[in-house]
């Protein structure tokens, strides 16, 4: 079998189209959908089943997954560390981290490893624990925010503390010019805007606690429209407090007294042999800040 295959339904997976993939690898869609074809003659049982809005993976497309992820990591790596043996070049450290965690806490760790030595990819808690367990990645920064982090034998979870949360308001809002901690229900009447399931489960249990249910009236595609609409007037939003040091200029963070927590934790694979070094270098920076 050609992992050329292989890899091209790995992205179709990942991307949910043939389209998306076709254009993410270069191909033209029909090629995309000749090398699927192929595969599942080779294999012999549909792997991805078509939907009005895209492709998804059969029962037997989902356990092929997770061995191809293995198959195409470890030969990526084998071409990689022959490379590397050949010219002399030491290995690049692949790191994840949550779009917060990106914004400084993992930054701020990789001064301690020298320049051009890792690479930084962005996703979801989950998306990264699982590019971790496949090899993909060496260490993800990831956090416990809803649905939470399942229990995963393939990794290790170093905790690195808590995160917590804060209100970003505009700069003409009231709270925007107070000195102490405000109260979450001082926000109970705001119209809110979120930009995923779990900031929002995040902000719905802590407001029920403080005694009123948010109006979330307003959805976002990521962090920075989030802060976009808050920064128009339009809403405010609940934000990691590691988001902070990274905010655009014409919001403000306020502090809340009964703020939501999230844990934030370093993974790493479980296998019997010892980190490299420099996961371990990289791991002590995260602790130690």
């Known amino acids: 079998m050609s992992l050329t295959g292989w890899r091209t339904y790995l992205a179709v997976c990942r991307l949910g189209s043939l389209s998306a993939a076709a254009a993410e690898l270069g191909y033209t869609q029909s090629a995309v959908s000749r090398q699927l074809a192929t595969l599942e003659r080779e294999i012999g049982t549909p792997l991805v089943e078509r939907r009005a ?21 470890a ?20 790191v994840g981290a949550t779009p917060s965690a990106s ?30 367990a496949a090899g993909e990645l060496d260490l993800a920064v990831v956090t416990d925010a809803p ?13 690195l503390g808590e995160d917590v949360m804060r209100v970003v308001v505009p700069v003409a809002h009231p ?7 405000a109260e979450l229900a001082d926000f109970a009447t705001a119209t809110w805007v979120e930009d995923n399931e779990g900031s929002a489960a995040l902000l719905r249990s802590a407001a029920a606690r403080a005694g009123f249910e ?9 962090l920075a ?3 976009a609409l808050v920064a128009a007037g339009h809403a405010v939003a609940l934000v990691p407090g590691l988001l902070v040091p990274a905010l655009r200029r014409d919001v403000v963070a306020v502090e809340v007294r009964d703020a939501p927590r999230r844990g934030i934790f370093a993974a790493v694979a479980a296998t019997p042999d010892p980190p490299a070094a420099a996961v371990r270098r990289l791991l002590a920076a995260l602790v130690s800040g």
């Open 225 to 227: 429209g989030k802060t």
């Open 175 to 181: 709270a925007a010019g107070t000195a102490t901690p």
């Open 103 to 132: 914004a400084g806490l993992v930054p701020a760790a990789l001064r301690t490893l020298p320049a051009d030595s890792w690479t930084l990819t962005t996703g979801l808690s989950a998306v990264l624990e699982e590019q971790v």
């Open 147 to 159: 649905p939470g982090l399942a229990p995963d034998p393939r990794l290790v979870r170093h905790p």
């Open 75 to 94: 030969a990526d790596r084998a071409v990689r560390a022959a490379r590397e043996a050949g010219t002399g070049t030491p290995a690049l450290l692949a």
């Open 214 to 222: 948010p109006r979330v009236d307003l959805t976002a595609a990521d």
């Open 53 to 73: 809005r895209g492709v998804v993976p059969t029962p037997a497309g989902e356990t092929f997954a997770q061995h191809a992820r293995l198959v195409v990591t």
